[in-house]
């Protein structure tokens, strides 16, 4: 009860005093979890049209003041060439994607088929892409959030991490976050965005700007299409409203010579080829301070390995933002202001888990029959895992 009353006055305070939406809770067992869970879903996601039976995504943060920001944002700044249409971060993804894809095909279950597939495999291998990983197993997640006290190799790196950090747990309702994506396209204030999506297919201007107007007009008159939180069709609630890029990609490809008939008669969902457009194709978006972004999408993707499979991964996969002269005011900061929790009008799809007890949560999480190569299937773990069992909880 008492815990309750805390993270209640807490959150009272940050939705109405402080201005801030981000829902924050302490959780010291995982009892605590399930039920602070339990809240977030009908007194927080339930405010903003989420439907009972749509599933959250989590992520496990060893320091839960780590900043929701990819790791290829985190280390550089995106600067665009005159032509608007190029920028350092493509030619960094780029880079990776060639020397990646030439160096491991080989060893992939299932091979990747396209440059935003090989992002996936490349993310969940430590490299540095647009994506961030989340998981639809909130096990999964305290394991990585707690992974200092359940990895059986006690190196002064854990150590370190065990004195110093409190791990957490982010929980996001990618479906509201997709929404904030479609209702960007269709704000008449980003036409912009609409028509340079569509040179690629329709190099005559007044053809692309008559298509441009159907379109927008379209995405404001229909979004019940694509976001359909009724609950008396329940087998539509865990569905509506998540994509998977790399299937509209793969179709688009697919389908290459009659796309732009497609578009026209409908045939392919015009907003399903924006977000291909913005995600998969990368095109560069500009990050400005105090102006509304493009926000990252929620997409779900194929399991291109055992590891992928085993972690339940999921993505949120960031536009190609760059730095601009209006934006000047970036300089320096490594475009912090991008990272998902700071974003303006989307900070009503997450909510933050502090881990305040640890060694309990790692200890029940054990007990619960949790081990750390069930996430890492992989026959060197599990050889280490054998001759290293062993807890420092």
């Not at 439907?51 to 995504?57: K, S």
């Not at 493009?294 to 760059?322: D, K, V």
């Amino acid at each position: 009860m008492a815990l309750n009353m805390v993270n209640s006055l807490i959150n009272y305070y940050r939705s109405n005093v402080s201005g801030t939406n981000i829902y924050s809770y302490s959780a010291y067992s995982m009892s605590d979890v399930y039920k602070i869970l339990e809240d977030i879903g009908q007194n927080v996601f339930q405010r903003s049209g989420a439907a009972f039976g749509r599933p959250f995504w989590f992520r496990g943060q060893e320091r839960e003041d780590y900043m929701l920001l990819p790791s290829l944002y985190r280390e550089r700044e995106n600067e665009e060439n005159k032509t608007k249409y190029y920028s350092t971060f493509s030619l960094a993804e780029e880079y990776r994607h060639q020397n990646f894809a030439a160096r491991v095909s080989h060893l992939t279950q299932s091979g990747p088929k396209s440059r935003v597939e090989w992002q996936e495999v490349l993310q969940h291998h430590f490299g540095k892409t647009r994506f961030m990983d989340w998981s639809e197993s909130l096990e999964t997640a305290i394991n990585f959030a707690l992974e200092p006290y359940i990895d059986t190799k006690n190196t002064w790196d854990n150590q370190n991490k065990r004195s110093i950090n409190t791990p957490g747990i982010w929980v996001v309702d990618p479906y509201r976050m997709n929404e904030h994506v479609y209702d960007f396209f269709a704000d008449a204030n980003n036409d912009a965005f609409i028509g340079k999506a569509l040179v690629k297919l329709f190099p005559d201007g007044n053809k692309r700007k008559k298509i441009k107007e159907e379109l927008q007009r379209e995405l404001t008159a229909q979004k019940s299409i694509y976001f359909n939180f009724d609950n008396s069709k329940i087998h539509d609630v865990a569905i509506n409203g998540i994509v998977s890029v790399c299937v509209l990609d793969e179709y688009c490809h697919y389908n290459a010579e009659h796309l732009e008939n497609m578009i026209v008669s409908r045939e392919f969902n015009p907003f399903f080829y924006l977000l291909v457009r913005y995600y998969a194709d990368a095109l560069p978006v500009e990050a400005e301070l105090n102006k509304g972004l493009l926000p990252p999408l929620a997409s779900i993707q194929p399991y291109h390995s055992e590891r992928i499979r085993a972690q339940r991964g999921t993505f949120t996969i960031f536009p190609n933002y760059y730095r601009s002269d209006k934006a000047k005011q970036f300089a320096g900061t490594k475009m912090d202001v991008i990272a998902l929790e700071t974003q303006k009008g989307i900070n009503d799809c997450f909510c933050n888990i502090r881990l305040c007890d640890p060694v309990r949560i790692a200890k029940e999480l054990i007990y619960a029959g949790e081990r750390w190569p069930e996430i890492y299937p992989d026959i060197q773990v599990y050889a280490n895992y054998l001759e290293t069992e062993k807890f420092f909880v």
